[in-house]
């Protein structure tokens, strides 16, 4: 479960401005061989810069977060 065809990781995304619930999500999800956290965001002012430059295949995104929200990003 988690592999896309060919074998590849899935390539995860977090955005959250929960810190530590993030970087919690993250250490769990790299613990699963399937899946490769691509990159974590705090801010979602720069989520968008930083989903174009690494596109991953699923987006954990917050929805209630300050400044913009996330159904913006």
Known sequence: MGKRA?????RIGIVDDDVRYMHNIRDLLNLIDDFHVV????????????LERHYPDLLLLDIAMPLVDGFTV
Not at 39 to 48: D, L, M, Q, R, Y
């Open 6 to 10: 060919g074998g590849k990781q899935v």
């Open 39 to 50: 990159f974590t965001e705090s801010k979602s002012v720069n989520a968008i810069a930083t």
